[in-house]
C-alpha cells in the first residue's frame, strides 16, 4: 500500500517562481491537510480539507493555495515563491476529522534561494 | 501553535532511564495525538487519546489525558537508542472546526 505519497521530495527554487507540491493518497480518506515544518515551530497548518471540491485555511494559509478536485489528490501550490516559505512541507490525510489518526507522507524540502 | 504548548523544547537522557513530556491546551480537547518523527523523516503515529483520564500504552511507551481534557503526558520507561526524536502532540478541539493543530514539539536524545 503506498499510503500517502508526497512528490518531489526535494526542490530548490528562485523568488517569485511557481510551484506545485503533488499529495495523492491512495486509502480514500476524506480529511487532507498541508503543513509546512520550520525549526522550533512545529508543524504547522496550511490548509486543509474534509472532502473533495471543499477547502479551508488553517493557521498560516498566506502565499498558498489548494484545490481538491478529486478524494486522492490535494496539490498545494505557491504561486510566487519567497524565501519565507523554505520549509519542509507534509501532507496528511484521515477516514475523517473526526478522532482519527492522520496518515503523513514523506515531505518535501523546499529551498527557496 | 499557541494552543498547545509542549515542555520541554529539548531533553536529553541518559539510556535506561524514564522521562516525560508534557502537552498543555488552553481549551477542552477532543482528541488528542501523539506522534513520533525521527529526524528528517515523516511522522509515526503513536497514540490518540478522547477520553478524560484515559491511559494507553504501547511498549514502553504510556500516554495519558487528564479529566479535564487539556493536558496529556507522554512517558517513556527505561528509554532506550530508539526512543530518540521528535515528539509532537496534535489535537483538534471541542469547537469542531475541523482543524487539527500541534505543538512545537519535544527534541529527546538518549545519551549511551
Redesign the interface.
Known sequence: NAGVTQTPKFQVLKTGQSMTLQCAQDMNHEYMSWYRQDPGMGLRLIHYSVGAGITDQGEVPNGYNVSRSTTEDFPLRLLSAAPSQTSVYFCASSPDRANQPQHFGDGTRLSIL | ?QELE?SP?SLIVQEGKNLTINCTSSKTL??L?W?KQKYG???I?LM?L?KGGEEKSHEKITAKLDEKKQQSSLHITASQPSHAGIY?C?A?FLS?D????????TRLHILP
Not at chain 2, 98 to 105: E, L, Q, T, V
Open positions: 501553535s509542549q523544547q477532543y482528541g495525538y506522534y523523516e515523516g511522522l503515529f490518540m478522547q509532537l496534535g483538534d469542531r475541523d482543524k487539527i493543530i500541534f505543538g512545537k514539539g
